[in-house]
């Protein structure tokens, strides 16, 4: 049974390319997938953790403690807020077209 192929691959195949190259783009768009999905996994149980922690000291622990789960959180919201911002500024250029 043969992969199915990606429209990447199938692009490839178009322009007379041998089905091992085609067989191959598809292999690694699945090998950046895995990739992907892993990454985000990693990053959303880290990020979770860490805020249900914060919440936690915010309204279970003392006075220095509390306002330090706090501080987290405020920076927290601002790091992702300036990832976001940076990461959806179309106005970069992207290495194409320079």
């Keep these: ?6 429209e990447a691959a ?9 089905d091992a190259e085609a067989l ?12 992907e ?8 149980v880290c990020v979770l ?5 914060s919440i ?5 622990g003392e006075a220095p403690l509390s306002e330090r789960g706090f501080q987290f959180l405020t920076n ?7 990832f976001y911002f940076g990461r959806t500024n179309h106005t970069r250029p992207t290495g194409e077209n320079r």
């Design 37 to 44: 999905r892993t990454q985000q996994f990693i990053a959303l």
């Design 49 to 53: 953790a860490s805020v249900f922690s």
């Design 56 to 60: 936690y000291l915010i309204v279970f």
């Design 1 to 6: 049974m043969e992969p199915q192929q990606t």
């Design 24 to 35: 191959a783009v598809t292999r690694h768009q699945g090998i950046n997938m895995i990739w």
């Design 76 to 82: 927290v919201g601002l790091l992702v807020i300036g």
């Design 10 to 18: 199938q692009e490839l195949k178009a322009t007379r390319q041998s």
